[in-house]
């Protein structure tokens, strides 16, 4: 169920993407004008990729590919680790394992899963832009780039398998590897050197260390690279080899590193259920709150950066715009309104995880402990929802924060107390997804998982990037993050923002309702 959604929705999304650009940049002068700003910029390259010719493909190749290779990395992490040490976890690998079949059975299967998924995302991916009228050689090059980037990342979910003992530290590891081979390549093309044309880029070395640089070396509608595609191929047999040899080196439900034992005795905080939704997840707050304040450090000081390279440019200045849902004022305060919409998304993304931990301490059993004694089930979910409402709003006035210094640092006259303003008022669209979390926990908990960030990735593409993809406004208006006003350049409207409360409210309500009636499910 989970990898139709992967696939067809990226296809769908890619699509979108690159009949949008054919609207927007018909000829390759229009395309040459976006540009030329952007390679200017070392952030804007850190951010979206280098620029590998003026084509409309070229340009689809500037927009889109960076982003979907990322959706790709995390099927394909997902994938590896839900079928290799979930099932150990679960007790399935246990259960499977004591038919007629080899130690190293599961993880075979969870590879050749892997490769048939990615299989089909690059065919798929190919057929989708060959739809949209884009050249048949780039085309099949983004295929061919999205099917072996994929398949790097799932030698590295193989690994981690095998290293940690828990899925949710497999997946942390996976994630984590995704974000720094994404800031790998970032800073190689940042540091690359614009060809004659004032418009190529050639990438630095530092690009090449990074699997998801691998994929964007393959050149798609520029001058295709056909040779780069055995670099992440062998990557992946490296990796899977690695992981063969691990299997027998650890027991069954063992990791190569342990899990680290608590204290002897309990703290008195966790004589509550706050205070175990709080040590279960105080890392989870840690490691989002870190990487949104850094984030928005960064973004603040590119805020005179922008402006300075794309004042003259009306290209990116619209495409920024279309990042801001729509919005139109100076331009430094529509880059700003962007990059909160993209705080928002941040916020729900960290509500969606804290949230999930129910499932995982259903399923795990761990839940039925903790209902065993006085505590009922709706102080049960509200003491993680606690954790989600007041983490997604410090995380946002963090976020804010940050990037008003940010900005301060580099002499801008955006004030903190505004950015910090404008990234809080991302907080109702962010608990809006958090209560659809709560209902499909409650209403589907075998589900959930999928739904949960199903449910976040549709928010996205027909929110933030909705505008930027083309698609109708009442497609748009499914997503909570459409209803918010692209603040700094637009005034924040209370109706709005009460009318995402209320939703948010109502599906928090009922999926506690939902709750309260169903059995606990493992």
Same mark, same amino acid.
């Given at each position: 169920?989970?990898?139709p959604i992967?696939i ?10 690159a009949?949008a ?9 229009d ?8 390679v ?5 390259l ?21 982003s ?13 680790v ?14 499977i ?21 990615n ?9 989708a ?12 090059a ?21 290293v ?5 530290a497999?997946?942390g590891?996976?994630a984590?590897s ?16 614009i060809?004659?044309d004032?418009?190529?880029v ?6 090449w ?6 994929g964007?070396?393959v050149?798609p ?15 992946f ?11 027998n ?6 990791g190569l ?16 259920p ?17 990487g ?7 973004i603040?000081?590119?805020?005179n950066?922008?402006n ?11 495409l ?6 729509? @919005?139109s004022?100076?331009? %430094?305060?529509?880059?700003? !309104?962007?990059?909160? *919409?993209? #705080?928002? =998304? &941040? /916020?729900? +993304?960290?509500?969606?995880?804290v ?18 004694t ?13 954790i989600?409402?007041?983490g ?15 900005d301060?640092?580099?002499?801008g006259?955006?004030s903190?107390?505004?950015? @910090?303003?404008?990234?809080l %008022?991302?907080?109702?669209? !962010?608990?809006?997804? *958090?209560g #659809?979390? =709560? &209902? /499909?926990f +409650?209403?589907?908990?075998?589900i ?8 976040l990735v549709v ?14 406004q ?16 637009a ?10 409360a ?10 506690? @309702? ?9």
């Amino acid at each position: 169920m989970q990898l139709p959604i992967w696939i067809v929705g990226a296809m769908l999304l890619l699509y979108a993407g690159a009949a949008a650009v054919k609207d927007e940049f018909p000829t390759e002068a229009d395309a040459a004008t976006a540009l030329k700003g952007a390679v200017t910029s070392p952030a804007v390259l850190l951010m979206r990729g280098i620029p590998v010719g003026v084509t409309q493909g070229a340009l689809v190749n500037f927009r889109n590919l960076a982003s979907l290779l990322v959706l790709v990395a995390l099927m394909s992490t997902f994938l590896v680790v839900r079928h290799t040490r979930q099932n150990e976890e679960t007790g399935r690998a246990e259960l499977i394992g004591s038919a007629a079949i080899g130690r190293h059975a599961a993880l075979a299967a969870a590879l050749t899963h892997a490769v048939i998924a990615n299989v089909l995302m690059g065919l798929l991916s190919t057929l989708a832009l060959l739809g949209a009228g884009l050249p048949a050689a780039g085309s099949v090059a983004w295929g061919a780039a999205s099917l072996v980037t994929g398949l790097s990342f799932a030698g590295i979910a193989a690994l981690a398998a095998q290293v940690f003992s828990t899925a949710r530290a497999a997946n942390g590891f996976a994630a984590a590897s995704i974000g720094v081979a994404y800031f790998l390549r970032g800073v190689g093309d940042a540091l690359g050197d614009i060809g004659p044309d004032g418009i190529k880029v050639t990438s630095s070395w530092v690009a090449w260390l990074s699997p998801l640089g691998w994929g964007e070396q393959v050149r798609p509608y520029g001058a295709e690279r056909w040779w780069v595609l055995i670099l992440p191929l062998l990557f992946f047999a490296v990796c899977a080899a690695g992981a063969y040899a691990l299997v027998n080196r650890r027991d069954l439900g063992a990791g190569l590193v342990p899990a680290r034992l608590g204290p002897p005795a309990a703290a008195p905080s966790l004589l509550s259920p706050t205070g175990l939704a709080w040590r279960l997840q105080r890392g989870t707050v840690f490691g989002w709150l870190i990487g949104g304040v850094v984030f928005g450090y960064g973004i603040g000081t590119l805020g005179n950066t922008v402006n300075d390279a794309f004042e003259e440019n009306k290209g990116v200045a619209d495409l920024m715009g279309q990042l801001a849902g729509g @919005a139109s004022g100076g331009l %430094v305060d529509v880059f700003y !309104a962007a990059m909160m *919409a993209v #705080f928002g =998304v &941040l /916020a729900a +993304g960290f509500a969606v995880q804290v949230l999930l931990r129910l499932r995982s301490e259903e399923t795990a059993g761990t839940a039925e402990a903790v209902l065993a004694t006085a505590t009922g089930r709706i102080r049960w979910v509200a003491s993680h929802l606690v954790i989600a409402v007041v983490g997604a709003a410090v995380l946002l006035v963090a976020s804010g924060l940050a990037m008003g210094l940010g900005d301060l640092s580099t002499g801008g006259q955006t004030s903190v107390g505004t950015l @910090a303003g404008a990234a809080l %008022v991302q907080l109702p669209a !962010a608990l809006t997804v *958090a209560g #659809f979390v =709560v &209902l /499909a926990f +409650g209403a589907l908990p075998r589900i959930s998982v999928a739904l949960a960030w199903a449910g976040l990735v549709v928010s996205i593409a027909f929110g933030m990037l909705g505008d930027l993809f083309g698609l109708p406004q009442a497609v748009r208006d499914i997503s909570p993050f459409s209803h918010v006003p692209a603040v700094p350049v637009a005034d924040p409207r209370a109706l709005p923002l009460i009318a995402l409360a209320v939703v948010a409210v109502a599906l928090t309500v009922g999926g506690l @309702a939902l709750f309260r009636r169903r059995d606990l499910t493992t």
